[in-house]
């Protein structure tokens, strides 16, 4: 492990920052390069790139944030994944360390979703109360940091089209689509100390070799690295405490070896996903926050989102190979413009994504067997895949809560997490997966067979950005209306989902936040 400062549980200066993601992680490293003393508690353990393993169930089982969950509501999680309704990882990087590497940015309607589409029966819209010309300036620093190819400003050339890419792309020109990307934050070349990309294609099971970005060997060490960042992994977060005034004042925790600790902050930013950051807030109550911190407007835990997905394979008369090289393929974009005559509000990515034998075998049909199955999966060489993600609408009744008896190893109750589409949300996968049929088939597959949904690795809303403090939770900071000196650092602040999987955007609001903290701290506002 890096060498790193030390900060006393009584510090009471330090900022406090739950969670080493995309949001946490990046926090740390922009707050510490501005001086700014920061102590982050991690949940899970500090992996290194040896403990990466390429091996899909063996890295599921070692990463995967697997401490109980209950899937609720009408989504069919609560039949094929009763108990993972989310896929993220537990560990030092959060869910950095398995993510595809897909970066993409919002469009100018998704952050004004209620005045472009108007109040939709049985959603729960609002506008951010940002605009895409504010986030701009931090979309470019992100994908310099993160270096994100083809894009300008990493100067990164594209990532080398694989086998895989050229099956979707040709099948996608042949149907008439013509905006085809693969915007990965992956090098391909070497890049900001990182090596170029080798297309192993064990993406999702952490990088080995490090040519991905994740906060894991890039804005965490380099935040230990300045003297000013105290990484705590193994650390769980029970409770944020305040004093009489309201303030945040102290985070209570359990460390490695199972011992309480309360670390005094000056400030606290809570990154710990769009699961754990509203359990921590409902978990924090008071006397002065009987319904959970921050949470006067009742919307802490509401407006869970994780993207309207589908899965399917389709099988091909000769060979793909979908697992050589970089896990994502071609990326059909065409379907996310701005378009409301196609009976539904939003739109959607057609990510070509590989996934290797075993994901394969489980996601097809899950705990199925029979014909139908076994000769799909003797032609696993000849498939080509697709992750349909699409804008999926805040609902109010879409939520994260506490159980009211069950208790994890923490003494913490469980949380439930409960999802029931919107008929819209339906409507755009069907619509992904007939465009996906439609794109196989025009370079001549032979079957295209349509998978639910995998469990969510995009976990989006549940602490949302707000203009007025009675419509969410936080401000165009992400500083809670309640608590001026408590921020959320992660995707729980996106107000709507859009159709781009959320990671730049954590990683750009997270540059934008850090900056603001530094300011209001030289002022003494916080």
């Given at each position: 492990?890096?060498?790193?400062?030390?900060?006393?549980?009584?510090?009471?200066?330090?900022?406090?920052?739950?969670?080493?993601?995309?949001?946490?992680?990046?926090?740390?490293?922009?707050?510490?390069?501005?001086?700014?003393?920061?102590?982050?508690?991690?949940?899970?353990?500090?992996?290194?790139?040896?403990?990466?393993?390429?091996?899909?169930?063996?890295?599921?089982?070692?990463?995967?944030?697997?401490?109980?969950?209950?899937?609720?509501?009408?989504?069919?999680?609560?039949?094929?994944?009763?108990?993972?309704?989310?896929?993220?990882?537990?560990?030092?990087?959060?869910?950095?360390?398995?993510?595809?590497?897909?970066?993409?940015?919002?469009?100018?309607?998704?952050?004004?979703?209620?005045?472009?589409?108007?109040?939709?029966?049985?959603?729960?819209?609002?506008?951010?109360?940002?605009?895409?010309?504010?986030?701009?300036?931090?979309?470019?620093?992100?994908?310099?940091?993160m270096g994100v190819c083809g894009t300008k400003a990493s100067g990164l050339p594209p990532m080398p089209p694989n086998n895989h890419y050229k099956v979707i792309e040709a099948g996608a020109r042949k149907v008439g689509y013509k905006h085809i990307v693969r915007p990965a934050a992956s090098n391909?070349?070497?890049?900001?100390?990182?090596?170029?990309?080798?297309?192993?294609?064990?993406?999702?099971?952490?990088?080995?070799?490090?040519?991905?970005?994740?906060?894991?060997?890039?804005?965490?060490?380099?935040?230990?690295?300045?003297?000013?960042?105290?990484?705590?992994?193994?650390?769980?977060?029970?409770?944020?405490?305040?004093?009489?005034?309201?303030?945040?004042?102290?985070?209570?925790?359990?460390?490695?070896?199972?011992?309480?600790?309360?670390?005094?902050?000056?400030?606290?930013?809570?990154?710990?996903?769009?699961?754990?950051?509203?359990?921590?807030?409902?978990?924090?109550?008071?006397?002065?926050?009987?319904?959970?911190?921050?949470?006067?407007?009742?919307?802490?835990?509401?407006?869970?989102?994780?993207?309207?997905?589908?899965?399917?394979?389709?099988?091909?008369?000769k060979p793909v190979y979908m697992y050589r090289g970089f896990d994502i393929a071609a990326v059909v974009a065409d379907e996310v413009p701005l378009n409301t005559k196609r009976g539904f509000v939003g739109g959607y990515y057609l990510e070509g994504l590989a996934i290797h034998l075993p994901y394969?075998?489980?996601?097809?049909?899950?705990?199925?067997?029979?014909?139908?199955?076994?000769?799909?999966?003797?032609?696993?060489?000849?498939?080509?895949?697709?992750?349909?993600?699409?804008?999926?609408?805040?609902?109010?009744?879409?939520?994260?809560?506490?159980?009211?008896?069950?208790?994890?190893?923490?003494?913490?109750?469980?949380?439930?997490?409960?999802?029931?589409?919107?008929?819209?949300?339906?409507?755009?996968?069907?619509?992904?997966?007939?465009?996906?049929?439609?794109?196989?088939?025009?370079?001549?597959?032979?079957?295209?067979?349509?998978?639910?949904?995998?469990?969510?690795?995009?976990?989006?809303?549940?602490?949302?950005?707000?203009?007025?403090?009675?419509?969410?939770?936080?401000?165009?900071?992400?500083?809670?209306?309640?608590?001026?000196?408590?921020?959320?650092?992660?995707?729980?602040?996106?107000?709507?989902?859009s159709a781009a999987n959320p990671t730049l955007t954590i990683v750009a609001l997270a540059i934008r936040q850090a900056e603001y903290i530094a300011e209001a701290l030289n002022r003494r506002e916080i």
């Amino acid at each position: 492990m890096t060498d790193q400062a030390r900060f006393s549980l009584d510090d009471d200066s330090v900022v406090v920052i739950v969670g080493s993601g995309a949001g946490g992680g990046t926090l740390a490293n922009e707050l510490a390069q501005r001086g700014v003393k920061c102590v982050v508690l991690e949940a899970g353990k500090h992996y290194t790139q040896a403990d990466f393993e390429n091996d899909e169930w063996a890295m599921f089982n070692k990463i995967s944030w697997l401490d109980k969950r209950i899937s609720a509501g009408g989504w069919h999680h609560t039949k094929t994944y009763p108990n993972l309704p989310a896929w993220i990882v537990k560990g030092v990087g959060g869910s950095t360390v398995h993510w595809s590497g897909v970066a993409l940015r919002f469009q100018e309607h998704d952050f004004h979703t209620k005045t472009t589409y108007g109040a939709i029966q049985g959603a729960n819209v609002l506008d951010w109360p940002i605009t895409l010309s504010e986030l701009e300036p931090y979309y470019e620093l992100a994908e310099k940091k993160m270096g994100v190819c083809g894009t300008k400003a990493s100067g990164l050339p594209p990532m080398p089209p694989n086998n895989h890419y050229k099956v979707i792309e040709a099948g996608a020109r042949k149907v008439g689509y013509k905006h085809i990307v693969r915007p990965a934050a992956s090098n391909s070349e070497p890049y900001d100390g990182r090596p170029g990309c080798m297309q192993i294609g064990f993406c999702m099971q952490g990088c080995k070799i490090g040519a991905k970005w994740s906060t894991l060997y890039t804005e965490v060490p380099r935040a230990q690295a300045t003297g000013n960042v105290e990484l705590r992994p193994e650390s769980m977060v029970l409770q944020i405490q305040h004093d009489k005034q309201g303030r945040a004042n102290g985070v209570l925790y359990v460390d490695n070896k199972g011992r309480k600790q309360l670390q005094k902050a000056r400030v606290v930013c809570v990154a710990g996903n769009s699961i754990e950051s509203p359990r921590l807030l409902l978990n924090s109550a008071s006397s002065m926050f009987p319904n959970g911190l921050a949470n006067s407007s009742g919307q802490v835990g509401k407006n869970y989102m994780n993207h309207a997905t589908a899965a399917a394979v389709s099988i091909h008369k000769k060979p793909v190979y979908m697992y050589r090289g970089f896990d994502i393929a071609a990326v059909v974009a065409d379907e996310v413009p701005l378009n409301t005559k196609r009976g539904f509000v939003g739109g959607y990515y057609l990510e070509g994504l590989a996934i290797h034998l075993p994901y394969t075998a489980a996601f097809m049909k899950p705990g199925g067997w029979g014909r139908d199955f076994t000769s799909a999966m003797e032609m696993y060489d000849h498939m080509s895949c697709v992750w349909v993600c699409g804008e999926d609408l805040a609902r109010e009744q879409n939520s994260i809560t506490l159980h009211p008896t069950e208790k994890d190893q923490y003494g913490l109750p469980i949380p439930i997490v409960t999802k029931t589409y919107h008929e819209n949300d339906e409507k755009i996968t069907a619509h992904g997966l007939v465009q996906w049929r439609k794109v196989s088939e025009a370079v001549g597959a032979t079957r295209v067979i349509d998978m639910p949904a995998y469990p969510a690795s995009h976990n989006m809303g549940t602490n949302r950005m707000s203009a007025k403090a009675s419509d969410g939770v936080v401000n165009r900071w992400g500083q809670a209306h309640d608590v001026k000196n408590l921020f959320i650092s992660d995707g729980s602040q996106f107000t709507s989902s859009s159709a781009a999987n959320p990671t730049l955007t954590i990683v750009a609001l997270a540059i934008r936040q850090a900056e603001y903290i530094a300011e209001a701290l030289n002022r003494r506002e916080i």
